[in-house]
């Protein structure tokens, strides 16, 4: 959860249709419009692989060992993947297993069908009773039938649910996880080469690691040092094998974060990894952790990217 009061509010951005992520800018990031008691703010908290696994883990705590009374989909930007009719073949089933690969969750249900969650910019699992007050930004509703329920919120409304028949699970083209033994930096230098952008550009391309997002891409490349403008194909072995290595640490480190947080997505809900613990997204302007230079903030493919001119070369 993000601490920082200052960081804006998720209530007007409810409709989804008037507000692509685009439109959120640094700026209003940075307002100290209200945020209510409770609400977090997404930018701080956009979903990557940690936070996705602790989700993934959180479903199935919910649901495994239940049977599915209802699926509702409260949405309609949720309802275009997952329509009442295929929501509907949910009642009576059960989720045998939940596993997650990239940012996709993959609930395998007792047909074989599989239920594909992705969160993208601010979707969580909140577990609780039927007889509870929905929460706000419910958008899917799972209730068992003993009388508890997952529900997916979204605050804006932008996550995907899907349901694939038996055998059909069809993903986008994804790279290899990066705390598997196939993201090696050989690996790595065959994804990148010919790629003209620059490494944090490509970081974020699922198809070259399956993963990560903003947030981790920055503090990866700090981690390893590399100054994340250099051209991607430019990484030779040392630099692309520092690279693995940080981006492993980075995300072990949240994943311990995730782990020991709130199961039930409440206020310490996993991101201790927020501005205090980064180590240098969101630090424009503050001194490196390592060599005190003031972090700075450019643009990258319509993203921030934050990093050290001192010691990221
Ligand atoms: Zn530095």
């Given at each position: 959860?993000?601490?920082?009061?200052?960081?804006?509010?998720?209530?007007?951005?409810?409709?989804?249709?008037?507000?692509?992520?685009?439109?959120?800018?640094?700026?209003?990031?940075?307002?100290?419009?209200?945020?209510?008691?409770?609400?977090?703010?997404?930018?701080?908290?956009?979903?990557?692989?940690?936070?996705?696994?602790?989700?993934?883990?959180?479903?199935?705590?919910?649901?495994?060992?239940?049977?599915l009374?209802?699926?509702?989909?409260?949405?309609?930007?949720?309802?275009?993947?997952l329509?009442?009719d295929h929501a509907a073949r949910l009642?009576g089933r059960a989720i045998v297993a939940v596993a997650?690969?990239?940012?996709?969750?993959l609930a395998t249900i007792d047909d074989g069908s599989t239920l594909e969650?992705?969160?993208?910019?601010?979707?969580?699992?909140?577990?609780?009773?039927?007889?509870?007050?929905?929460?706000?930004?419910?958008?899917?509703?799972?209730?068992?039938?003993?009388?508890?329920?997952?529900?997916?919120?979204?605050?804006?409304?932008?996550?995907?649910?899907r349901l694939h028949p038996p055998d059909a699970v069809a993903l986008?083209?994804?790279?290899?996880?990066?705390?598997?033994?196939?993201?090696?930096?050989?690996?790595?230098?065959?994804?990148?080469?010919?790629?003209?952008?620059?490494?944090?550009?490509?970081?974020?391309?699922?198809?070259?690691?399956?993963?990560?997002?903003?947030?981790?891409?920055?503090?990866?490349?700090?981690?390893?040092?590399?100054?994340?403008?250099?051209?991607?194909?430019?990484?030779?072995?040392?630099?692309?094998?520092?690279?693995?290595?940080?981006?492993?640490?980075?995300?072990?480190?949240?994943?311990?974060?995730?782990?020991?947080?709130?199961?039930?997505?409440?206020?310490?809900?996993?991101?201790?990894?927020?501005?205090?613990?980064?180590?240098?997204?969101?630090?424009?302007?503050?001194?490196?952790?390592?060599?005190?230079?003031?972090?700075?903030?450019?643009?990258?493919?319509?993203?921030?990217?934050?990093?050290?001119?001192?010691?990221?070369?």
């Amino acid at each position: 959860m993000c601490h920082r009061p200052m960081h804006g509010p998720t209530t007007a951005l409810d409709a989804p249709t008037e507000t692509g992520p685009k439109r959120m800018t640094r700026g209003r990031h940075r307002q100290g419009l209200a945020r209510l008691p409770g609400e977090a703010c997404y930018l701080c908290r956009v979903p990557e692989l940690p936070e996705v696994e602790r989700g993934a883990r959180i479903l199935a705590a919910a649901a495994i060992g239940r049977t599915l009374a209802a699926a509702r989909v409260l949405h309609p930007a949720y309802r275009r993947r997952l329509p009442d009719d295929h929501a509907a073949r949910l009642a009576g089933r059960a989720i045998v297993a939940v596993a997650r690969r990239g940012k996709h969750q993959l609930a395998t249900i007792d047909d074989g069908s599989t239920l594909e969650i992705h969160f993208r910019m601010s979707g969580e699992w909140l577990v609780g009773r039927a007889a509870d007050q929905l929460p706000r930004f419910a958008r899917v509703v799972l209730d068992f039938t003993d009388g508890t329920r997952a529900v997916l919120s979204d605050s804006r409304a932008l996550g995907t649910a899907r349901l694939h028949p038996p055998d059909a699970v069809a993903l986008p083209a994804l790279g290899p996880e990066p705390l598997g033994p196939a993201f090696t930096a050989d690996a790595l230098g065959a994804a990148l080469e010919r790629r003209r952008t620059a490494i944090k550009a490509a970081l974020l391309d699922q198809r070259v690691v399956a993963g990560i997002g903003n947030i981790y891409a920055a503090e990866a490349l700090w981690l390893a040092r590399i100054d994340p403008r250099t051209p991607a194909a430019a990484l030779g072995p040392a630099r692309r094998t520092r690279l693995v290595r940080a981006i492993r640490a980075v995300l072990r480190r949240a994943q311990r974060a995730a782990s020991s947080a709130a199961p039930d997505g409440g206020p310490d809900d996993g991101r201790e990894n927020g501005p205090d613990s980064w180590r240098v997204y969101d630090r424009d302007g503050r001194p490196c952790r390592r060599c005190r230079a003031r972090i700075r903030r450019i643009t990258q493919g319509g993203r921030s990217t934050y990093y050290c001119p001192r010691c990221q070369r």
